[in-house]
């Protein structure tokens, strides 16, 4: 059974820094691709950020590039986002998810396991 588990949200300031994770099994993590995405309430899931299986390359959303920062550590089966300079805008259920056959792609309907979620709340 595959289960990706997130950690490391929480209240933070505005200005602060978070570093999250996601912790694969049931999987074979070195073969997927890793992504971030985000989600307010009344709102779509929104991508945030992916890794591609060995980390070598990454894409970010125009709205996080150059505060956010993916990378994963395949001996330890998990992924992070450091996020620095939060903004009350980054508020959001911050959701990890594994992509089999991409390698940084954005569209929701590529990945093919979701986790449940961490939330991120920033104070102003």
């Known amino acids: 059974q595959v289960q990706l588990v997130e950690s490391g949200g929480g209240l933070v300031q505005a200005g602060g820094s978070l570093r999250l994770s996601c912790l694969a099994s049931?999987?074979?993590?070195?073969?997927?691709?890793m992504g971030w995405f985000r989600q307010t309430p009344g709102k779509e899931r929104e991508f945030v950020a992916a890794?591609?299986?060995?980390?070598?390359?990454?894409y970010y959303a125009d709205s996080v590039k150059g505060r956010f920062t993916i990378s994963r550590d395949n001996a330890k089966n998990t992924v992070y986002l450091q996020i620095y300079n939060l903004k009350p805008e980054d508020t959001a259920v911050y959701y990890c998810?594994?992509?089999?056959?991409?390698?940084?792609?954005?569209?929701?309907?590529?990945?093919?396991?979701w986790g449940k979620g961490t939330q991120v709340t920033v104070s102003s």
């Open positions: 049931g999987l074979t993590f070195s073969n997927y691709a």
């Open positions: 998810a594994a992509d089999r056959y991409g390698s940084t792609r954005t569209a929701i309907n590529d990945y093919n396991y």
């Open positions: 890794v591609s299986r060995g980390g070598e390359s990454t």
